[in-house]
């Protein structure tokens, strides 16, 4: 059985990734530690349910208000920007700056790092940004858009954190930082958890054709991280987010 003090350290992990990845108000840790940093990661897919669920409130709220779809979609997306604060797509951004500019690894952790935005990175986020909008404003449905935006903003989470399975982190310092540089494969498992009640929104075939894409995409991008720069950074982790939610979404239309 779990104690009351795993129960309230396993609480303030979960704090921690909130503080983490979103700009919501999060009390202090009286008894923070570096072992708890390093393990806030396991909650990422959960603090992306939070985020999904505030987002599609958001989106439910805009429809109700000015019943056109596109304006919900917007006003549901600014949402989830100002939740989050930018911060994965500030790493795809970043992103494409870094691996559009640079042709030796050095060059391209060097650009990444630059607080700057970039060509690249300025096309880059205009367009994933704009297919973000197209996507979730051609769904067929409220209940398939909250279904979209609830596993794009889980499953996106979920598989950006398996980077932590198997690549090298090769930067250890920037606002990018992870909270970890790696992670145990039975708690990459655990952190998927909350996608198991998403099940019931989603139709077979188009949760096949998001898995087969998703992994293709995983495993691609980890083929192309370990020849581009020999591991992850942070930003990179971002970007994996980004396409992966983008994914979701397209699988979704299908």
């Known amino acids: 059985m779990i104690s009351r003090q795993q ?5 303030q992990v979960f704090l921690l990734a909130v503080g983490f990845l979103t700009r919501l108000p999060v009390p202090a ?3 923070f530690s570096e072992t708890k940093l390093n393990s806030a990661s396991r909650y990422f897919p959960l603090v992306g349910l939070l985020v999904g669920v ?3 409130t958001f989106y439910g709220v805009a429809l109700a208000l000015f019943a ?9 997306m600014i949402a989830s920007i100002l939740i989050t604060g930018s911060f994965h797509e500030d790493g795809f951004a970043d992103s494409c700056d870094g691996f559009g500019g640079g042709w030796r690894s050095e060059d391209v952790l060097r650009i990444m ?8 990175g300025t096309v880059g986020l205009a367009l994933i940004l704009a297919l973000k909008a197209a996507s979730l404003a051609a769904m067929p449905s409220t209940f398939v858009v909250v279904a979209a935006l609830l596993w794009g ?8 954190t398996s980077y932590l399975l198997d690549l090298n982190y090769v930067r250890g310092e920037g606002k990018s930082k992870p909270l970890a540089t790696m992670m145990p494969l039975k708690h990459w498992l655990y952190s998927g958890l909350p996608l198991l009640p998403l099940l ?3 139709d ?3 949760l096949m054709v998001l898995v087969v894409i998703a992994l293709a995409f995983r495993w691609a991008f980890a083929v192309y991280l370990r020849r581009r720069i020999g591991g992850y950074t942070g930003d990179a982790l971002g970007a994996a987010q980004q396409v992966v939610e983008i994914i979701v979404y397209l699988a979704f239309l299908l």
């Open 7 to 11: 129960c309230r350290y396993e609480w």
């Open 200 to 202: 019931m929104l989603v």
């Open 113 to 120: 790092k630059d607080s700057r935005i970039g060509t690249y």
């Open 204 to 206: 077979l075939y188009s």
């Open 54 to 56: 505030l987002a599609a």
């Open 29 to 31: 840790d009286p008894d």
């Open 153 to 160: 903003h889980v499953f996106s989470r979920w598989i950006s």
């Open 68 to 76: 056109n779809v596109l304006i919900a979609v917007l006003l549901s």
